[in-house]
């Protein structure tokens, strides 16, 4: 299947700094991809949906200026945790979809391997 | 947008035993309704999924059923091993254009 690859895996700073994780789809090209915060017990929520090119569309109740996300290429998203607080601290997930091979209404989700926030 | 509700939020089953887990969602647009399993440590992966015009599907050991009317889906796993044990997600999309999930449902299979 296709790859999903997420950097950093953890990462730990300072209250009132940024943090920049990165979401690249390493072998298809991918114009949609969603960012996830998956909580201790285990549910995924949906953050934003970022759209290659063009601004990320976000879920009700997430702050667009706290969470930047950028996708610059079809190859590449970024979410910044800006000035980051302790209640940030979670487990931050990516996802790309692939398409169908008509490129319509079909595709696979396929998922990073997450990052790990932890604000001190 | 769309709710998606997951239940049991754990589920333990002896080995060869069957396991049901069940989930609705609110917004009768969904068309697409994924499972993912999510073992301990490892990122979320598909293990089926079905769409509306579908109301069962099979792969092996796995099915999942689709009722449109009544707006739940279920995942029915027979036969279950020790490697079945994970965290398995639902979720449902309109279009593929987002990806609302459900809480998760930790399975536990005892040997």
């Known amino acids: 299947g296709a790859v999903v690859s997420q950097h950093p895996s953890w990462v730990i700073c300072k209250s009132g700094t940024s943090v920049k994780i990165e979401c690249r789809s390493l072998?298809?090209?991918?114009?949609?991809m969603f960012w996830y915060r998956q909580f201790p017990k285990q549910s995924l929520m949906l953050m934003a949906t970022?759209?290659?090119?063009?601004?990320?569309?976000?879920e009700q109740g997430v702050e667009k200026d706290k969470f930047l996300i950028n996708h610059a290429s079809l190859t590449l998203s970024t979410l910044t945790v800006t000035s980051a607080h302790p209640e940030d601290s979670s487990f931050y997930i990516c996802?790309?979809?692939?398409?169908?091979?008509?490129?319509?209404?079909?595709?696979?989700?396929?998922f990073g391997e997450g990052s790990r926030l932890t604000v001190l | 947008g769309e709710n998606v509700e997951q239940h049991p939020s754990t589920l333990s089953v002896q080995e060869g035993d069957s396991a049901v887990i069940k989930c609705t969602y609110s917004?009768?647009?969904?068309?697409?309704f994924p499972w993912y399993k999510q073992e301990l440590g490892k990122r979320p992966q598909l293990i089926i999924d079905?769409?509306?015009?579908?109301g069962e599907k099979k792969d092996q050991r796995i099915a999942v059923t689709l009722n449109k009317t009544a707006k739940h889906f279920s995942l029915h796993i027979t036969e279950t091993q020790p490697e079945d044990s994970a965290v398995y997600f639902c979720?449902?999309?309109?279009?593929?254009?987002?990806?609302?999930f459900g809480s998760g449902t930790k399975l536990n299979v005892k040997p």
């Open positions: 917004d009768s647009a969904s068309n697409y």
């Open positions: 072998d298809f090209q991918a114009t949609t």
């Open positions: 970022s759209n290659e090119g063009s601004k990320a569309t976000y």
């Open positions: 996802s790309a979809l692939t398409y169908g091979l008509a490129g319509g209404l079909a595709g696979e989700l396929f």
């Open positions: 979720a449902a999309s309109i279009n593929f254009n987002k990806f609302y």
């Open positions: 079905i769409r509306s015009n579908v």
